[in-house]
Structure formats: C-alpha cells, structure tokens
C-alpha cells in the first residue's frame, strides 16, 4: 500500500468513521483496481465511499494536462464501473485524491460530474483535519499514515519545519 492510499483510508476510518477500509481492492473483469473503499453504517444507513489517489510530488502529470485529465477519466470511469457493479443497491460516493494538479488539469477535472475531486487545497485541508484528530490519541489503530501524524503531532521540543523557508511564497 502507498501512503497516500494509506491517509485516504485513515481519512475514511477516523473522519467518516468507516468501519471497513480495503485497499487495492481487485477489479474483477479488467485489469486494475480500486485504491481505497470504505465503508460505513449498515443496511439502510450504510454508506460506501471509493477513492482514486495519484500522490504526485511534482504535479499530477501524465505527459501533458489532456492526457492527464485521460487518464484520472479512465481511472474514475473504472472506479464508478465497480460501483455501479459491486454496490448498485448503495450510491458510492466516488473520489479522487491528489496533492498537487495543475490548474489546466483541475478545469479538466471539474467537467467531471460524477466523482468529488480532493484537489490541491482540500487535499490539504483534509490532511489537517486527520492531523488534528490524530494530535488527540496515542491509541494505535493500524493505519501507518495515521500513525505517523501521531509522531508528528506528539513530538518534545521543536516542531519540524514543513515548508524551507526558501519555499514560502509557492503555491
């Protein structure tokens, strides 16, 4: 598992409060798979999220702004596909998580109508919203990004500095 996928499903398990949290989740009729799924409630109540998650340190790049925006449809088309298939009693919320897209990517993105998009400053936003909660517990709960949050937010002495100072003014 790649951390990223590793802080959507702790965002799942901690902020949603998914009691089920897959990852990599095998595509039955083509080659891939699933990210992240969670899962919350049940019957009625029950709610399914599935993520997508490209961490892309240097900006989210396929070769190009349209051929990225291709390929998250390709893998967004997939994502919904198995929704549709494996949850069609339920509405899957469908995401898709990266830290760092290229404004031309995003207006590509943004056409897209059946997926929430966790983009750039929300991607960011929901890190500090799992941070804050994981400043709150020493519990283990065996997430590794989780945990590794908790290291962060439960050091003695100075805290690490997270942007060079060089640095402050980008985006």
Partial sequence: MEIGESLVGAYLRHVRGCH??????????????????????????????????AIHLDDLNYGGNAKSVETVRRK???AVRYARDVYN??????????????????RGLDAFED??????????RRVNELALIASG??????????????????????????VNPQQESAP
């Fill in 76 to 78: 967004v088309d997939r």
């Fill in 89 to 106: 009693e339920d509405s899957p919320t469908v995401e898709f998580w990266s830290p760092r897209v290229p404004p031309g990517v995003v």
């Fill in 137 to 162: 517990t020493t519990k283990q709960f065996g997430d590794e990004a989780f945990r590794f949050l908790q290291v962060l937010t439960h050091l003695v002495g100075e805290r690490p500095r997270f």
């Fill in 20 to 53: 089920t949290v897959a990852y990599n989740a095998y595509l039955p009729h083509e080659q891939g798979e699933i990210d992240v799924i969670g899962i919350a409630g049940a019957g009625e109540d029950q709610k399914v999220w599935i993520a997508e998650v």
């Fill in 115 to 124: 997926i929430t998009l966790v983009l750039n400053q929300e991607f960011t």
